[in-house]
C-alpha cells in the first residue's frame, strides 16, 4: 500500500539551506580563527575577478597574477581590520587595485590612486590607432580569432576606461560594486563604461558581447597555483593562529591544518 504524502506538510529546507554556499562574512570569520580552507575559499572565489582587474591596471598575465598573491598575502594580514559583514568583495579588490597601482608607480607611469581613476595616468592608443589594425569582417566571424582581438583592444582601451569596463562588462559587477571597487562616484563608472563600449564598438562591431564572459579567463593551474603560493607564504601565521584558538572545552581547535595539497584544492568625475 502507497503511503500518501501530505502535499501541505512545510518542506524541509535544511537540506538546502547546508548546500548553501558560505558567505564572505563567515568566511572572514573563519580565517581569523586560522582556518585555512576558508581562505581558500576566499581565494578561490574571487581568484578571477582580482585577476581580471589586476591585468586591465598592468596589461600583462604574469604580473597580473603576482599582485593577486601579493594581494591576498597583504588582506590576510590586514584581515582583522576589515569592517563587515558587508563590502568584503570591494575591501578585497582595492587592495588589489592599490598592489597593481604600486607596480605602475615604480615605471613611473602613476603618481597615485587619484591619478589613475581621474585618467591622468598613460594613455593607451586611441580608437583611431585601434581601427587602423582591424582586420576584415570575415576573420571576425572566427570566435578563435575575435577573442584575442577583443582581448587586444580591451588592452588598447585608455587606463581610466579600461578598469570600469573590465569589471563592468567582463567580470559583470554592477554600478555600485565596480564603483565600491575603485573608489569612484558610480556616474563616473556609467560614463567610461559607456566610453569604452563605443570604442570597442567602434573598433569591433557589435559582436563582441557574446564573448565578454570568457575574456581574461583564470582557472585550472593557473588558479591552483595562486592558492598554492598563498597558503604557502602565510602558513606559519595561520598555524599560529589556530594553535592559539581553543574550543569551549578547552581542546584545540578542529580548524583544518595549514597543508596544501597537490591538487591545489586546500575620483574624480570625467
Known amino acids: ?124 592608443p586611441k580608437t583611431e590607432t585601434m581601427r587602423s589594425q582591424q582586420p576584415d569582417r570575415e576573420r571576425l566571424a572566427a570566435s578563435s580569432e575575435l577573442r584575442p582581438l577583443l582581448e587586444g583592444a580591451i588592452d588598447a582601451l585608455p587606463d581610466h576606461f579600461r578598469a570600469v569596463f573590465v569589471l563592468r562588462a567582463v567580470e559583470g559587477l554592477s554600478t555600485a560594486e565596480t564603483a565600491a571597487c575603485l573608489s569612484i562616484p558610480p556616474q563616473t563608472v556609467k560614463t567610461r563604461h559607456y566610453r569604452a563600449r563605443r570604442h570597442l564598438q567602434d573598433t569591433l562591431g557589435a559582436r563582441f558581447d557574446a564573448l565578454m564572459p570568457a575574456t581574461f579567463a583564470f582557472g585550472g593551474e593557473h588558479c591552483d597555483s595562486i592558492v598554492r603560493g598563498v597558503l604557502t607564504r602565510i602558513g606559519h601565521q595561520l598555524e599560529a593562529v589556530r594553535c592559539h584558538t581553543k574550543s569551549p572545552a578547552g581542546s584545540p581547535s578542529a580548524v583544518s591544518p595549514v597543508h596544501p595539497r597537490d591538487d591545489g584544492i586546500f575620483t574624480k568625475e570625467d
Not at 503511503?3 to 558560505?22: G, H, K, M, S, V
Not at 581558500?40 to 598592468?58: F, G, H, K, T
Open 1 to 124: 500500500m502507497k503511503q500518501r504524502i501530505d502535499e501541505t506538510a512545510p518542506a524541509d529546507n535544511t537540506a538546502t539551506a547546508d548546500l548553501a554556499p558560505p558567505s564572505d562574512a563567515s568566511l572572514v570569520d573563519r580565517v581569523r580563527a586560522g582556518d585555512a580552507v576558508a581562505f581558500e575559499l576566499i581565494m578561490r572565489r574571487y581568484n578571477q575577478r582580482l585577476y581580471r582587474l589586476a591585468r586591465s591596471i598592468l596589461r600583462n598575465g604574469l604580473e597580473a597574477e603576482d599582485v593577486v598573491q601579493e594581494a591576498y598575502v597583504r588582506a590576510y594580514e590586514k584581515i582583522d581590520g576589515f569592517v563587515g559583514p558587508d563590502g568584503f568583495s570591494a575591501w578585497l579588490s582595492r587592495i588589489a587595485v592599490n598592489e597593481a597601482l604600486g607596480r605602475l608607480r615604480k615605471r613611473g607611469r602613476v603618481i597615485s590612486l587619484d591619478d589613475y581613476v581621474a585618467g591622468n595616468g598613460e594613455s593607451a
